[in-house]
C-alpha cells in the first residue's frame, strides 16, 4: 500500500493550498482517510478524514471552516483544500488510511504517506 502525498509549500497568512493524497495498493472501500499534521515539538494531531465510501466529513476542531476534505474515488485521491492559513497550522501533514472507530478520531491508522511540509508565514 502507497499513500503519495504532495502539495505542500510556503505561503503566507490567509492564503490558501490544496494537499493531494494518491492512494494504491488496495481496495479502500470500508476505509476513513484522513490528514494528520504534526508542528516542530508537538505530538501529531488529527485534522481531517472522510469515508472512502459515502463521503461522511470530519474534522478537527481548530480547522472547522477553513479546511475542506473531498475525495475522488476514480482518481484513488484524497484531496484537502486549505483556507485562511494561519502561522499555527505551519507543519508536516500526512496522509493515512484505516478502519472507521467511534471516538475524537474517527480512524485507526494503518498506513501513512511520507509526509507534505507546509509552511505559512505570518
Known amino acids: 500500500v502507497q499513500l503519495q502525498a504532495s502539495g505542500g509549500g510556503l505561503v503566507q497568512a490567509g492564503g490558501s493550498l490544496r494537499l493531494s493524497c494518491v492512494a494504491s495498493?488496495?481496495?479502500?472501500?470500508?476505509?476513513?482517510m484522513g490528514w494528520f499534521r504534526q508542528a516542530p515539538g508537538k505530538e501529531r494531531e488529527f485534522v481531517a478524514a472522510?469515508?472512502?465510501?459515502?463521503?461522511?466529513?470530519y474534522y478537527a476542531d481548530s480547522v472547522k471552516g477553513r479546511f475542506t476534505i473531498s475525495r475522488d474515488n476514480a482518481k484513488n485521491t484524497v484531496f484537502l483544500q486549505m483556507n485562511s492559513l494561519e502561522p499555527e497550522d505551519t507543519a508536516i501533514y500526512y496522509c493515512?488510511?484505516?478502519?472507521?472507530?467511534?471516538?475524537?478520531?474517527?480512524?485507526?491508522?494503518?498506513?501513512w504517506g511520507q509526509g507534505t511540509l507546509v509552511t505559512v508565514s505570518s
Open positions: 493515512t488510511a484505516g478502519p472507521q472507530r467511534v471516538g475524537a478520531t474517527p480512524l485507526i491508522p494503518r498506513y
Open positions: 495498493g488496495r481496495a479502500f472501500s470500508g476505509y476513513v
Open positions: 472522510i469515508k472512502w465510501s459515502g463521503g461522511s466529513s
